[in-house]
């Protein structure tokens, strides 16, 4: 991988980790386009290190509270019915799909997951979900002719199922083109939570996942298997950009709908499939290790 490749990588990454348009697809798609070797998944998940660092400087004051409460209430049973304490419990609860499902599906996530017919049905499909929860959200949220406002859930009302859908909604993002925000922020609407409530467990919830991810591939990296300088380049650059994008995400979602990212998942999955149909992109573009 060249240094220019990983610049790019490192800047989609960061565009695309914490937006509901996946960016697993998109560094797949990046390198597929340019013809460069697909980067890989532990290329992927050692840069997310990068992205996942971004979460914990700007939510480092609601990380540091729930992460003080939930060690305090492992010794104090009058803490256990704090809020922040048992953020920290359902954080963990809603971790354990991925990690059992990372696990088990290692080999087709690293091979038959990355094929490009599967990444434009994902996104599609996840892109229609999304359009849907998003709709229902909003219809809530305005009332509508001849309906009251439905008042949605904060996080306060989040309990250990509603935690447990959390997690197997971001499990779904191992096949690339789901989106771990797309998943997870679509279950919460569905689930009846506020687009900020959804989106803030989202990036909460990505945490444990995420680095245990990039500290497991980081022994591909030792092995050869993914170029060292680059890797660490691309990290960077995806932490500076990621750290941007988390603020005018949380700023967006404020005031504005999911809808423009439905509309570009949708538009893209299919552009995926012409291109494909037409024989212009093979399935397997760059597949072969680089």
């Not at 803030?200 to 680095?211: D, G, T």
């Amino acid at each position: 991988m060249s240094w220019f490749e990983s610049f790019v990588l490192g800047l989609v990454q960061g565009l695309t980790e914490f937006l509901p348009i996946s960016s697993s697809a998109h560094l797949r798609l990046t390198a597929a386009f340019a013809g460069w070797h697909d980067p890989g998944a532990a290329f992927t998940a050692i840069t997310q290190i990068g992205t996942e660092a971004a979460v914990l400087i700007y939510f480092r004051k609601d990380i540091a509270r729930i992460v003080s409460a939930w060690f305090r209430s492992l010794t104090n049973s009058s803490m256990r019915s704090d809020h922040d304490a048992q953020m920290g419990w359902l954080v963990i609860i809603g971790s354990i799909p991925i990690g059992v499902l990372g696990v088990t599906f290692k080999d087709q996530i690293e091979g038959p997951f990355r094929d490009l017919r599967l990444i434009a049905t994902t996104l599609i499909v996840l892109g229609i979900i999304l359009g849907i929860a998003d709709r229902l959200a909003a219809r809530d949220e305005t009332g509508g002719k001849h309906r009251a406002i439905k008042e949605r859930k904060s996080l306060k009302e989040l309990g250990v199922r509603d935690g447990l859908i959390f997690g197997f909604c971001q499990a779904m993002a191992l096949v690339p083109g789901v989106s771990r925000s797309g998943a997870t922020i679509s279950g919460g609407l569905l689930m009846g939570y506020t687009r900020e409530a959804a989106a803030r467990y989202s990036f909460l919830l990505a945490i444990p996942a995420v680095l245990a991810s990039g500290v497991f591939e980081l022994k591909d990296a030792g092995e050869g298997h993914v170029s060292w300088g680059p890797t660490i380049f691309a990290t960077i650059i995806a932490f500076a950009v990621g750290y941007a994008v988390i603020a005018w995400f949380m700023k967006f979602i404020t005031t504005k709908s999911f809808m423009p990212f439905v509309i570009y998942r949708v538009l893209l999955g299919i552009l995926l499939f012409v291109l494909i149909g037409m024989g212009v992109l093979s399935p397997h573009a760059g597949e072969s290790a680089g």
